[in-house]
């Protein structure tokens, strides 16, 4: 059983910036994030493997960038030039290969993002 540990939330303004950080007790394939707004379904964001392959929703290319410290198990989510619609909880999750809110084995508890205009 692998335990994830989100960090970094808060409240910004539109532009802004905001780095999440998502500890894991354990080494996995994957690591990434999902984010689930107020009236939403849970929606991929991010994903990077081992080998730092990464991949991206489309709404967020060229703002965010997902990062990994793999000695740490550890991964990052570095969200710039953020907007209103960013606002969310962003999950943490860890497994194999996921772009669906099925694909991961574990999650964490989450972190509130909050975009003012």
């Known amino acids: 059983q692998v335990q994830l540990v989100e960090s970094g939330g808060g409240l910004v303004q539109a532009g802004g910036s905001l780095r999440l950080s998502c500890a894991a007790s354990?080494?996995?394939?994957?690591m990434g994030w999902f984010r689930q707004a107020p009236g939403k379904e849970r929606e991929f964001v991010a994903r990077?493997?081992?080998?730092?392959?990464?991949y991206y929703t489309d709404s967020v290319k060229g703002r965010f960038t997902i990062s990994r410290d793999n000695a740490k198990n550890t991964v990052f989510l570095q969200m710039n030039s953020l907007k209103p619609e960013d606002t969310a909880v962003y999950c943490c999750?860890?497994?194999?290969?996921?772009?669906?809110?099925?694909?991961?084995?574990?999650w964490g508890q989450g972190t509130q993002v909050t975009v003012s205009s």
């Open positions: 999750a860890a497994g194999m290969v996921f772009t669906t809110p099925t694909g991961p084995t574990y």
């Open positions: 354990g080494r996995t394939f994957s």
């Open positions: 990077i493997n081992l080998s730092g392959s990464t």
